[in-house]
């Protein structure tokens, strides 16, 4: 038994509700591209030491990680998720409204940088902002996201190291190139603590300064 498959053992429960989503994704003939159940687990601790009330999510798919976010969150707590495809936005929803939580949730379907846009018009502000939508465009994700979050928010991204590929100098696809530069602002932007913790595919954690 690897570390990995160690951590999932203790720590990921039998869930017949992630269960069913899988089973939806795969019964659409679509890509499970679903965080792994050791990243839903830790979405939802994440949430729930945050304190957060206002979650925004880019990239629904079937709603896996819309759950187990939702799953950190107090009663009053509201996720708001971004999806390009109309008919995952949809999927994802009837998935929420199986776990209990269909009235938690608001998708906006579309190109996510038009909805940003549209929600940055709107004075909307949120605690916590989960970026795992396409990679190319994590550093316009990044900076829209500052500019949403309320002092105090954790802006946390998946796939950060894409199989260490943004360790290694001979990928210089734009893929690639553009993760090394949204890790490199989570590591440097002054309004911004952060980390990359290496779970999953790498995830980034970053908290929004007081000072913002
Ligand atoms: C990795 S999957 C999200 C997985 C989901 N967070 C989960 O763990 O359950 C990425 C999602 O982002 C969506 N997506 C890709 N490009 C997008 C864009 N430009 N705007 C909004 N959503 C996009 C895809 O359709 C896909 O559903």
């Given at each position: 038994m690897n570390v990995e498959e160690y951590i999932h053992s203790l720590f990921t429960k039998d869930d017949a509700i992630l269960d069913k989503v899988l089973e939806s994704i795969h019964a659409n003939g679509m890509?499970?591209?679903?965080?792994p159940p050791e990243i839903g687990k830790l979405l939802t601790l994440l949430v729930k030491i945050s304190g957060a009330k206002e979650i925004l999510e880019i990239?629904?798919?079937?709603g896996y990680s819309g759950i187990c976010l939702v799953r950190g969150?107090?009663?009053?707590g509201h996720l708001t998720s971004l999806e390009l495809k109309e008919e995952y936005a949809q999927l994802a929803h009837e998935n929420l409204q199986r776990a209990?939580?269909?009235?938690?949730v608001t998708y906006y379907t579309g190109e996510a940088l038009k909805s940003l846009d549209q929600l940055e018009k709107n004075e909307k502000r949120f605690d916590f902002i989960f970026i795992d939508a396409d990679k190319e465009n994590y550093p316009n994700y990044l900076d829209r996201s500052i500019r949403l979050a309320n002092p105090g928010a954790l802006i946390v991204g998946d796939n950060v190291l894409q199989r260490g590929q943004v360790c290694d100098a001979s990928y210089v696809d734009l893929r690639t190139e553009n993760m090394r530069a949204f890790n490199q602002r989570m590591a440097n932007d002054p309004d911004l603590e952060s980390i990359i913790l290496p779970v999953g595919q790498g995830l980034s954690i970053g908290r929004v300064k007081e000072s913002k």
């Open positions: 890509r499970n591209i679903s965080v990239g629904a798919l079937g969150l107090r009663e009053e209990g939580f269909g009235d938690r």
